[in-house]
């Protein structure tokens, strides 16, 4: 098993990179958000698991544990091969995935592609308790459901895409104290802060 892989990024693609280890080029499928983040030339570290079927060895990276550890729980769901569950972790953070499993909620599963709706209730019920290790380490962090819907719902109405909001609000809910996170004001000043720049790139209309 190939468990990490440490390297040089000789190329880049939407969806995967090439990293070089010791003259050789590995293969590594990630999202393409660590795809966008990673430029050719860069060291990178990546927590990789490597998939074998009958007709292929496909290697999978990420930039965390956690990350890894949850794709590791979503291929042991049925229906869920590794490409969706890479498309899950390109559509969710990891705190997302597991705030919706708590809640017994399979609608952010839908809106993955790829992920029908029969395919999303089961990642909901057959990840049901796997993922507390996850849960303890995103908690600290994260605000209350209530008040990050809240948030996310005024970002929307003011143009963002919900992607972009979430990830707004959970970037922010990083670094605020424990009471800027259960509040809905500040929590939505500090993530207009953060969106304000790229508002006319990531707001519609």
Request: no cysteine; charged share 20%; proline share 5%.
């Amino acid at each position: 098993m190939i468990s990490s892989v440490r390297g040089t990024a000789v190329h880049v693609d939407t969806d995967s990179l090439v990293v070089e280890v010791g003259g050789v080029g590995l293969h590594v499928a990630i999202t393409p958000q660590l795809a966008r983040a990673t430029p050719v030339g860069a060291s990178v570290l990546l927590h990789t698991t490597l998939i074998v079927r009958e007709d292929a060895l496909s290697l999978f990276g990420f930039e965390t544990r956690d990350d890894l550890a949850v794709f590791t729980q979503l291929i042991g769901v049925t229906g869920v091969g590794p490409k969706s569950a890479l498309g899950v972790l390109a559509t969710l953070t990891v705190g997302q995935i597991a705030d919706a499993v708590d809640a017994d909620d399979d609608a952010p599963f839908r809106r993955v592609s790829g992920i029908g709706p029969k395919t999303a209730k089961l990642i909901v019920v057959q990840l049901a308790g796997k993922l507390s290790q996850v849960r303890s380490a995103t908690a600290p962090t994260a605000p209350p459901r209530d008040t990050a819907a809240q948030v996310l719902q005024a970002l929307i109405g003011l143009g963002w895409t919900e992607r972009t909001a979430a990830e707004a609000v959970a970037s922010v809910a990083e670094s605020a104290s424990d009471s800027d996170r259960a509040s809905v004001p500040a929590l939505l000043r500090m993530s207009l802060a953060l969106l304000g720049p790229a508002r006319k790139e990531h707001a519609g209309g």
